[in-house]
């Protein structure tokens, strides 16, 4: 697959993501990370997917894997944060927004989910 036809069919996902069909969007993802491994975009929808369908660890795995690709990305951060959290792994959940407020101290979003932890 060229980036050309990648992109169409990111496009594609992400639009049928967006609108809630998780089962058209997750095998398009998967057909783009299969072949584009390096793609965060792809990985992060991926994981969307996956933790509304209920497949919480392999949405962790992906989210896990996009942070990893782009440590200092505050979204890639957040997103994980916010996943850890619902899965109650708060520990964890708190570090990904300490790591947010390390890059940016003012973000608010990071600063709101903070409040739901004991200092």
Do not use: W
């Not at 036809?5 to 993802?29: C, H, M, S, T």
């Not at 990305?73 to 964890?92: F, I, P, S």
């Amino acid at each position: 697959m060229t980036e050309q036809e990648r992109d169409e069919l990111f496009k594609q996902a992400e639009d049928a993501r967006i609108n809630g069909d998780y089962e058209a969007a997750q095998p398009v993802y998967e057909r783009i990370v299969a072949e584009f491994p390096s793609h965060p975009e792809a990985h992060t929808g991926l994981g969307h997917c996956l933790l509304n369908t209920g497949m919480f660890d392999e949405a962790l795995e992906q989210y896990k894997l996009v942070v990893e690709m782009c440590p200092a990305n505050v979204r890639c951060l957040l997103t994980y944060g916010k996943a850890l959290c619902m899965m109650g792994l708060l520990d964890e959940a708190k570090e990904y927004f300490l790591r947010v407020l390390d890059i940016d101290p003012d973000n608010e979003d990071a600063a709101d989910q903070m409040t739901y932890f004991p200092s």
